[in-house]
């Protein structure tokens, strides 16, 4: 019995084995046939796809006397220690579990040490960027002047953490992630050698959820040989990884893409419901979107099967630039951490992508006042107690005027002298403005997106002014104003002080200038009032209140009796 893991048991031996690595490869030869090897290099890259591999391999390269055109023979005494793992010349250290300045002096101590076997030393740090800041520095002068005999070669897979002083000394080579189709004929060959029946798409679908990462595809195909024997299909990678068999995947995709908030929230629901995995309908989704949004501007995603495509590419073209960008943006950004068996990162996730876009409310038989009001609409919604005549509305658009008996009460009109007709008794903060010079015009996505990308990580004094204009249901410009209706009124008078600071006050015009390219003044409005007039205090309970952080929730007008 063979107790070696498939991608131990296939571990590329050779330079032109190693998969997808071309440009690397390629100049490792070429140092070897050459003999111009360096003496220290910096391997980068994701996980699985070949730095500790080709590390071993220009080990076995430099100590090989019998090298064919830059690559290690694999017959002699060296070759064979290596790839047994019993070469004293190679030393392997996990930086991750040997970080300290004492493990590094350990090094220094036996650094000037001739080989035992072969002509050069060759220490591989995996993992380096775990080393210390203290260990780095130890490190950079035996990095710098290394005795003759000695390489080293630091593999990580985050080079950024790297100091400068030591990446400077070190040639860098990029590992780049490997591509489905490289991971799916590696696969192929694999399955030849063991015996393995599985058809191509079996194959690129191993592929698609290794991320890039040969080793990773290679674990997740012994997985499925270990639970299903020796032929494998579809539908056991799909129950292997949890997967909802793309049809769940592919309708939640269409609901985001068509603007159908209700029926994507069905989806998730019934996915939830059959105890399937969420989090896989979520990553399959957003594959879907991602393709899409490339289908969209021409480009075609190796990662998606025809056929798929062919389902996604009319929705694509059907849909809105703003509308896609914004669901991959949204979908792309949901955080399994707090609760990774609830629907609701998903679903807020998806309301977010659609409500953002169009301005759908859930249940709803079309938009909501997402969008700038038009002509038909009125503009103003009914306060209790106003008497006002009708305004705005298919009539008043042709110029016609409605007959007294047919006009709705309660809705206070705008007449374009700026003039309203008389309303008995109205309170003050009822009072409608006089209409603005002009029509109002409607904020576009890009404008909208532009000013919450600007303002969404900002935060003033105790809020994060994206958080706040999330409330904002409807938004419009009326002159020399932005007016920016809220939902809640709370929200409104958050955001009324946080712009009374100054230094907020100044990132937000810069942001609306930016968004607009025009400095706008914002004009700030509660659902319900045409304007957020400010509430005067009166009587010196409610100015003690006020001055204590309270706020007036309601006015009501006391009639004196007769």
């Known amino acids: 019995m063979n107790s070696q893991v498939l991608y131990r048991k296939w571990r590329p031996q050779r330079l032109a084995e190693v998969v997808g690595q071309e440009p690397v490869t390629r100049t490792l030869k070429q140092a070897l046939a050459q003999e111009r090897v360096g003496h220290a290099y910096l391997f980068c890259g994701p996980r699985g796809t070949g730095k500790t591999t080709t590390a071993r391999i220009l080990a076995k ?8 055109e830059g690559e290690p023979c694999n017959a002699c005494s060296f070759c064979r220690a290596v790839g047994e793992g019993r070469a004293l010349d190679l030393i392997e250290i996990d930086a991750a579990s040997h970080r300290g300045i004492d493990d590094i002096r350990n090094i220094q101590e036996k650094v000037y040490f001739v080989p035992a076997d072969g002509k050069r030393k060759v220490y591989i740090v995996d993992e380096a960027h775990m080393l210390t800041e203290h260990a780095f520095n130890a490190l950079l002068k035996t990095l710098e002047e290394p005795p003759p005999h000695s390489i080293f070669v630091l593999c990580t897979t985050e080079p950024y953490k790297i100091p400068l002083t030591i990446a400077s000394r070190c040639q860098r080579f990029d590992f780049r992630r490997i591509s489905v189709e490289d991971i799916a004929g590696c696969l192929s060959q694999i399955c030849l050698g063991e015996g393995i029946e599985a058809e191509l798409d079996v194959l690129q679908a191993i592929a698609r959820a290794s991320s890039g990462s040969l080793r990773d595809a290679c674990n997740l195909l012994e997985q499925l040989v270990t639970s299903y024997g020796g032929t494998i299909s579809l539908s056991h990678v799909r129950e292997m990884l949890g997967q909802t068999a793309g049809e769940s995947a592919q309708a939640l995709a269409r609901a985001v893409l068509t603007g159908d908030s209700l029926e994507g929230l069905r989806v998730i629901n019934t996915v939830f419901r059959d105890g399937k995995d969420v989090s896989a309908l979520h990553r399959e989704s957003l594959e879907y979107l991602r393709g899409a949004m490339l289908l969209k501007a021409g480009v075609h995603s190796a990662e998606l099967s025809p056929e798929v495509a062919a389902v996604l590419r009319p929705l694509a073209q059907g849909a809105p630039w703003g509308l896609i960008v914004r669901a991959v943006r949204a979908f792309g950004q949901v955080n399994w951490r707090g609760d990774a068996l609830s629907p609701w990162p998903l679903e807020v ?6 409500q953002g876009a169009e301005g759908v409310v859930v249940g709803s038989e079309g938009p909501s006042q997402g969008h700038s009001p038009s002509f038909e609409e009125p503009s103003t919604v009914p306060q209790k107690g106003d008497l006002g005549s009708a305004p705005v509305g298919k009539a008043r658009a042709a110029g016609k005027t409605l007959p007294d008996d047919s006009r709705p009460s309660g809705v206070v009109e705008q007449v374009h002298s700026g003039r309203a007709a008389p309303a008995p008794r109205v309170p003050p903060q009822a009072r409608p403005e006089p209409a603005k010079e002009g029509v109002p015009s409607g904020v576009t996505d890009a404008q909208w997106d532009s000013l919450y990308k600007e303002m969404k990580k900002f935060k003033g004094r105790r809020y994060y002014i994206g958080s706040l204009l999330l409330d904002c249901k409807e938004r419009r410009l009326e002159g020399e104003s932005l007016v920016l209706v809220f939902r809640n009124r709370s929200n409104m008078e958050r955001l009324k002080e946080e712009i009374e600071d100054p230094p907020t006050r100044t990132a937000v015009r810069e942001a ?29 309970l409610l100015r003690a209140a006020m001055a204590l952080g309270g706020k007036v929730i309601e006015e009501e007008e006391e009639l004196d009796a007769q």
């Open 61 to 68: 390269g430099v100590n090989c006397p019998a090298l064919q």
């Open 349 to 354: 996730a998806l309301l977010e992508a659609v």
């Open 512 to 540: 609306i200038n930016k968004a607009f390219g025009h400095p706008y003044e914002l004009d700030l409005r509660a659902q319900g009032n045409s304007s957020a007039q400010e509430i005067k205090p009166q009587g010196h």
